[in-house]
DNA sequence: CTTTGGTTCATACAACCGTTTCAAACGAGC
DNA sequence: GCTCGTTTGAAACGGTTGTATGAACCAAAG
């Protein structure tokens, strides 16, 4: 085995780092084996094709994040036993846990929150299907969540405005240290985390 | 001059239409001179490099946009007289033009919404200026519309919850037909877009 | 020691990329 | 009719793309 390992997530990491820096498709296999210092040949040999490696980079973050965004949810409806749990906590256990993975220096995540923002955007039916793989589910449990909190509203109402908030928080990811005006206050994350709550919080609460 | 025009705006209409549907990476100049039956000199000649394309397609489309935006505007603040507008007026001022423009069939315009989300995501920095460049002034009105309906809400806050508006528009934008689940009821464009504005209404009423 | 199965390497491939070139075609003004 | 500036055409440029090939390498198994 040598270190395989050491090549395969190598290329993982350099991968997610330039995709999520400069896009999936202005990034070549020979800039990432380059910056890797790996052989050109090695994507081709351990991931197949460069749509493969691309699927690999998203399913290594996307997973952990929606497990963790269930594990969440979970802990949100144990804590709230047969009441239904706080609209906040359910909306903070879809959001925070983007956060947290964004954020965590420790697994070279720092980049991941823009590369996570972008996987919506690009164009590949491959990766359309992986995503929808890796939403469907949670996105049900979401519902369910929700619907039990705020039995007044459809199914289809709930959908609407999840999807405005999925894009209030992906567009955040994407932009959030971009376009800021000089004269804007810097705040926390965790202040600005607590302020997209709220707002949708406050979205989901209309009649 | 023969009918320049004619090529030229073959060149824009079909470059809109292909940069929609598949992203700016993924089309060539090639695949828009055969699709437009152009010569492949002649989006060089007409516009200097593929960026200045890029550039040029969404010129065509942000400025009558941010124009519309900025007339419904003014429109507001004039039917308000002294008064402050509502909020849902100057929230619809900014997001319906976006939805008239993308729908409008005679200016070829169907596939705008996806080309206008996209143009978001993808990285170029000289996109980005150009994008700063047509927003920077709309955002300006905005917030100052915004502070004197809800006035006491700091330029800070007014940003942020702009932000996420933005995002829950472009994301809408960009999405409004994928990802959606069989059971989902299908209801007109026009009451997507009140539910909408709704939905950031509410954010922005947050104390 | 030799074989084996997995991994790395340099190199080659055909296809495509954005851009340039320059001659041909063109309509307007004299 | 004949220039003249503009627009189109076919072809070529050098460079890059993703992928494939087959030899070299290496740890472990027999």
Redesign the pocket.
Known sequence: ????K???SRILDTAEELFSEHGL?R?????ITRKA??????????F??????VGAVFERRVIPVNQARMAALDGVEKAAGKKSPKLEEILGAFIRPTITYSLDPSQNNKTFSRLFGRCLTEPSPELEALLKKQFEPLVERMDAALMKTLPHLSRSEIFWRMKFTFGALHHWLLTKDKFLPTWLEAIEVEAQTQKLISFAAAGFRVA
């Open positions: 085995m040598k270190q395989v050491d090549t395969r498709d990034v070549s296999i020979r800039d210092r790996v052989n050109l040949a090695a994507i081709n040999y351990h197949g094709t460069k749509e493969d490696l």
